[in-house]
């Protein structure tokens, strides 16, 4: 069983910058794969950015160059770094994690946090 816990949303102005942290609970954190997704209001939830369990980074094309995620096992935590935000980057941000599957799918993340707020305003 890991509990996820997001935080760091925000209001923040269009070209601002935001860190989400993610803190998981759990001896085995490590082992798992870890990712970001977002939800607008009447959209799908859609990936954003993820890295594996071993140091290998994904993300979206349509963050990519702006978004940086990282994680620190030692403190079961993994960050998104968000960087030249946009007004079409306003969503609940989730994060989750899994040990098989796509990293691209949210099918086959097994758990998931609460989501935080990130709105950005022109």
């Known amino acids: 069983q890991v509990q996820l816990v997001e935080s760091g949303g925000d209001l923040v102005q269009a070209g601002g910058s935001l860190r989400l942290s993610c803190a998981a609970s759990?001896?085995?954190?490590?082992?798992?794969?870890s990712g970001w997704f977002r939800q607008a209001p009447g959209k799908e939830r859609e990936f954003v950015a993820a890295?594996?369990?071993?140091?290998?980074?994904y993300d979206a094309g349509s963050v990519k160059g702006r978004f940086i995620i990282s994680r620190d096992n030692a403190k079961n935590t993994v960050y998104l770094q968000m960087n030249s935000l946009k007004p079409e980057d306003t969503a609940v941000y989730y994060c989750?994690?899994?040990?098989?599957?796509?990293?691209?799918?949210?099918?086959?993340?097994?758990?998931w946090g609460q989501g935080t707020q990130v709105t950005v305003s022109t």
């Open positions: 890295i594996s369990s071993s140091g290998n980074n």
């Open positions: 989750g994690v899994f040990s098989r599957g796509s990293i691209y799918n949210a099918g086959s993340y097994d758990y």
């Open positions: 759990g001896r085995t954190f490590s082992t798992y794969s």
